[in-house]
């Protein structure tokens, strides 16, 4: 004897056939005896008989029409962007799209900066700056100058026999003498009044 | 081509599917042909509403047609077929509920009252409810949960077997039997309930 949950459980495969031999006696035996199970298993059989009742709808006139026009026009869809892909290069990777942008951006750097350089006719150095090369008479030993960072030592004179002539950018620097010179003047011209005093 | 016209309905599904791989289009209108009236039962009483059922019909077709290549013999062409209008009854289902949800949430607080029936006691149909009309037995069946109605419909609709089934919805047999039962027991409470609430 089956338990009234187990016989629910049962109910779709009995009438569907799919339940063994075995089982069929067990149900049908609960079927006779328990009226509850009986009426919940008329229950579902009815409701399974009205959805096989359900009236059936076929599709309409112009079903076919339809289907044929939607599939000319998805056809003709795929068609168009296929197209438009092969113009805009739509199949290439966005990897290559960034190595070729980057390629046409380093080449117009480069013939901008020639461009500009042809213009200009390069680094000018200031007139000023130019009259002085030439004055001195030698720009080549100019540019051949080394830049030596001499610094004098505490406590001893710079050596002035180590200077060579080429090594023009070395100048003593004098501004004290001036300074000294100032303050005589100075000197020279306060002490008439310190006279009158 | 005239001979194989005619003798196209001999084929199996599957030997129709794989000319229409090779370019034959009218293997293409024969299984138009033989599923458009079934597909379209599975998704009128889905949707109940054949214009939308029509739809979701045109558009299985149309991804069959554009789809065609990705259809490989190791499944039917039937489960093919019914898992597509069935995920596009699905997804047209949920759109619809999305959209009465939107309507509700812009009627007033008591306006919604139709829509509710009280859940009293054991529900039975009896032998005089024998013939219940298509109206109840659709509104039941729009009660149901999603799953229970798809099964249901697969069922008791389209007579499918237990295997298709199996196949279609991607679940074991034993789900299969199980899931058929606890639906058929909560339909059958369902219309007992629609009845009483139209008493």
């Known amino acids: 004897m089956i338990s009234c949950y187990q016989f629910k459980e049962l109910i779709s495969e009995y009438l569907d056939g799919e339940i ?70 739509a199949g290439v990777p966005s990897l290559a799209y960034g190595l070729l942008l980057a390629v046409v951006a380093v080449s117009v750097f480069f013939v901008v900066m020639k461009i500009q350089g042809k213009k200009t006719g390069g680094y000018e150095l200031p007139p000023y700056v130019k009259q002085q090369i030439i004055g001195s008479g030698s720009e080549k030993s100019l540019r051949n100058a080394s830049f030596d960072r001499r610094v004098a030592q505490p406590g001893r004179p710079v050596n002035e026999n180590s200077f060579t002539p080429d090594n023009r950018f070395l100048q003593i620097d004098t501004s004290d003498l001036y300074l000294k010179e100032a303050d005589k003047s100075f000197d020279r011209e306060t002490r008439p009044i310190k006279h009158i005093k | 081509m005239a001979k194989a016209d005619k003798t196209r309905y001999k084929l199996t599904d599957e030997e129709l599917i794989a000319m229409f791989q090779d370019g034959d289009e009218g293997a293409f209108e024969e299984l138009v042909n033989r599923y458009a009236d079934r597909l379209l039962n599975f998704a009128y009483r889905f949707v109940f509403d054949k214009q939308e059922a029509e739809d979701i019909v045109q558009d299985t077709f149309l991804r069959v047609y554009i789809n065609r290549h990705a259809y490989r013999e190791i499944a039917k062409f039937s489960t093919w077929i019914y898992t597509i209008t069935a995920n596009l009854a699905k997804t047209s289902l949920r759109k619809r509920k999305y959209r009465k949800v939107m309507y509700l949430s812009h009627m007033g607080p008591n306006e919604d009252k139709d829509f509710e029936i009280k859940d009293e006691g054991e529900f039975n149909l009896l032998e005089k409810d024998l013939r219940v009309d298509e109206d109840v037995v659709q509104r039941a069946l729009d009660r149901l949960p999603e799953h229970f109605k798809t099964i249901l419909i697969l069922r008791d609709i389209q007579e499918l077997s237990y295997e298709e089934i199996s196949k279609i919805l991607d679940i074991p047999i034993g789900t299969v039997k199980s899931r058929i039962n606890r639906a058929r027991l909560r339909l059958q409470k369902e219309i007992s309930k629609v009845l009483k609430g139209k008493k």
């Open chain 1, 20 to 89: 063994s031999y075995s089982r069929r006696k067990l149900f049908e035996e609960h079927l006779e005896s328990c009226a509850n199970c009986r009426r919940l298993f008329n229950s579902v059989k009815i409701s399974i008989q009205s959805l096989h009742r359900l009236p059936r709808v076929h599709v309409s006139e112009n079903f076919y029409l339809n289907l044929r026009n939607r599939i000319v026009e998805e056809r003709d869809r795929i068609v168009k962007r296929a197209r438009s892909r092969r113009l805009t290069f």
